[in-house]
């Protein structure tokens, strides 16, 4: 078998050069059909070809199979090879192959296969002509247009009574004083002796959207806070109500504002292609599913199905013997 691995092992065999003479196609990494049929070892009635030691080089990625370039390390990678062959075969011998939950990891991974080449087939973002890009930015001008956008700050308070004498002083406070009162009065504010950014940032909860707008949503902001920030006239500026949430009182500032404003076609351009490339592996996707119900009869035993019972997790035991009768 010597003769055999040498082959294999041959850095210009197993590199080399699709022939450019228009002759047949050629198999992994630029070999001829005839040369990639050539076996190379023998395990059991199993017979490894050339071609596919050669496919296992290709499906490396570049720099992995930089550790493959000389014999001796391409002895070791048919020796691989040959391991799990054995292990296969043994596998098989125990009847291993036949388990369900293997047939399941074997429908997945064909599944998967299957899916992947259907995607493969997609046509590449950037090929994706100019003309239906417009077309696509025409039809969707809603999803390129940014909301209105407010940047809120807020003091947090538990005593109602405090909390009024606390907006009342914000409402005078320059941003400065704003900093002092979070750092003296909120229940949410940095540790002692923390680092702290600008004192006009004191208190920041982050950027929000219009009230309802699921572009600018933030789980830091509740509603009542969303919609009192957007009451608020100019940057600097203080809710004139305390706004009670959650057991709370909140002194709201505006602390930032951004304009809306449509996104121009140049700017959306890629995410208009990659969504249009989403939608086209959807369709393909739905394609051969179809395909494949027409192709292959479906039938479903409704019946049947109503009788299946399931067994019970050990939480809905649990649960039954709490209601059990004692």
């Not at 196609?25 to 050539?38: D, F, I, M, R, V």
């Not at 923390?194 to 830091?220: Q, S, W």
Request: charge should be neutral; charged fraction near 35%; hydrophobic fraction near 35%.
């Amino acid at each position: 078998m010597s003769g055999l691995v040498g082959l294999a092992c041959n850095e210009k065999a197993v590199d080399k050069p699709a022939p450019a003479d228009g002759g047949a196609a050629p198999a992994a990494s630029g070999l001829t059909p005839e040369l990639a049929q050539k076996p190379i070892a023998t395990v059991g009635d199993k017979v490894i070809t050339l071609g596919e030691f050669a496919a296992t080089i290709d499906r490396m990625d570049q720099f992995e199979r930089l550790r493959y370039q000389s014999v001796e390390r391409r002895r070791q990678l048919l020796d691989e090879i040959i391991k799990a062959e054995l292990l296969a075969l043994e596998a098989k011998r125990r009847g291993l192959d036949q388990k369900p939950e293997v047939k399941e990891r074997i429908r997945q991974i064909l599944r998967e296969d299957v899916m992947r080449q259907t995607r493969t087939e997609v046509t590449a973002p950037a090929d994706i002509p100019e003309s239906e890009v417009r077309a696509y930015y025409d039809s969707h001008r809603d999803e390129f247009r940014d909301p209105e956008r407010r940047r809120v700050a807020h003091i947090v308070m538990a005593d109602e009574a405090k909390a009024k004498k606390v907006l009342e002083d914000a409402k005078k406070a320059s941003p400065t004083d704003w900093g002092k009162l979070v750092r003296d009065h909120s229940l949410e504010k940095p540790p002692q002796g923390a680092a702290t950014g600008p004192a006009e940032l004191a208190g920041d909860l982050g950027i929000v959207g219009p009230p309802g707008a699921a572009k600018g949503d933030n789980p830091r902001v509740p509603e009542p806070l969303r919609e009192a920030v957007f009451k608020i006239g100019a940057v600097g500026g203080i809710h004139a109500e305390l706004v009670a949430e959650g057991g709370k009182f909140h002194v709201v500032r505006m602390t930032g504002k951004t304009d809306a404003r449509d996104r121009t076609l140049a700017e959306a351009e890629r995410t208009i292609r990659v969504a249009i490339l989403q939608e086209r592996v959807r369709s393909a996707e739905a394609r051969i599913e179809k395909d494949l119900r027409e192709r292959y009869p479906v039938k479903i035993d409704d019946k049947a199905l109503e009788k299946v019972e399931l067994p019970k997790s050990p939480l809905e035991k649990l649960d039954a013997g709490a209601r059990a009768p004692k």
